[in-house]
C-alpha cells in the first residue's frame, strides 16, 4: 500500500502565530489567560494549552481578570470594547489574513457600496467580519441558492477558506443583476493551494484521508472536495478514528490535513498508516 502525502499540510501562518502569541504570554505574566471560545479549532490542541495555562472560555461572563486572547477567527470590535469596560486586558492573535477580510468589507462599506460576505453566518470568522463593519453587511451561504434583486452598487469579499469556486459562482449570479460589482479576492491563497491539490491527490488516491478537527471549516471544505473527485474520503480527528477495514483491496492512500492540525497528530496518523501498509505489504513511508 503507497502512502501520498500532500504536499501542504498542517498548521498554516494564521495558527501558528496565534499560539505563539499566546503562549508568549503565558511566559511573560503569572497572571491568567483566557482565549475567547476555541483559539483555533482543534480541540487537541486547545486541550493541550489549557494544561499549559492557557484556558478557553465561552464567554466574557466567566472572566474575572488577567488577559484575553482573541482568536485567530477574530471578533468585532463590539467584543473588543466589552472586554475594555471589564477592566480585562486583550491580545489580538486574529490572523492577519482575516484581519484584511474586515478591513475590505468595512472599506466597502464606506465607499457606499451594499456588501456581502460569501462564508458560513455561524463561523466566528463571518461573525466578526460582519460585526467589524457594524452588522451593515450580509451574509450569502454558498451552498443555498443565491436569489439576488437588482441593484446599483455591491461589493463582495469571502471568509478566508471558502473555495474559490464558490466566490466564481457568487460573482457569475451577481453581476447580470448589477449596475457595479467591486470585488476583493479574500481567499487565503495557502487554503487556495491546498483546496487545488487535494483535488489532484484524489485523483491518483484510492482513498483520502483528511486529518483534522471536527470544527474544522477548512478540514471539512478539503474533506468535501475530495469526496467531489469520487474518491472514497475519510475526516479523521486523531489516530483514534482510524479504522483498518477502510484499507482492504487499496493500493493508494492520500493523506491531507487542514490548516488547524498540529503535525504530532499527522505524524501518529502516518505511523499507524505506515504500520498497515507494512501489515500489508511490507512498504514503509516516513515523514
Known sequence: MEILLAED??????????IKIARDKRKETEN????????????????????EGIVPVGNLDEITNGYVVISSHGVSPL?????????LKSIDA????????QEKALELVMEGYEVFVIGEKEHLEVQGIVGYTGGKIKVINPEENIEFKEKD????????????????????????KVKELKVFNTICEVTNKRQKEIKKLAKMADIIIVIGGRKSA????????AKD????????EEVKDINEDWFLGKNKVGITAGAS?????????????????KKKEGILHER
Open 229 to 236: 473527485e469520487g474518491c472514497e474520503t475519510y475526516h479523521v
Open 79 to 87: 467584543v473588543q470594547d466589552d472586554i475594555k469596560k471589564r477592566g
Open 32 to 51: 491568567n489567560i483566557y482565549t475567547l471560545g476555541s483559539i483555533i479549532h482543534n480541540p487537541q490542541v486547545v486541550e493541550k494549552l489549557k494544561e
Open 9 to 18: 499540510m498542517g498548521f498554516c501562518f494564521g495558527v501558528k502565530r496565534a
Open 218 to 225: 477548512n478540514t471539512k471544505r478539503l474533506a468535501a472536495l
Open 94 to 101: 486574529t490572523c492577519p489574513l482575516v484581519k484584511r477580510v
Open 261 to 277: 492540525t498540529p503535525d504530532w497528530i499527522i505524524k501518529e496518523v502516518i505511523d499507524r498508516l505506515n504500520l498497515i501498509a
Open 153 to 176: 452598487r455591491v461589493g463582495l469579499v469571502a471568509q478566508t477558506t471558502q473555495t474559490m469556486k464558490s466566490l466564481e459562482d457568487a460573482i457569475l449570479k451577481i453581476l447580470p
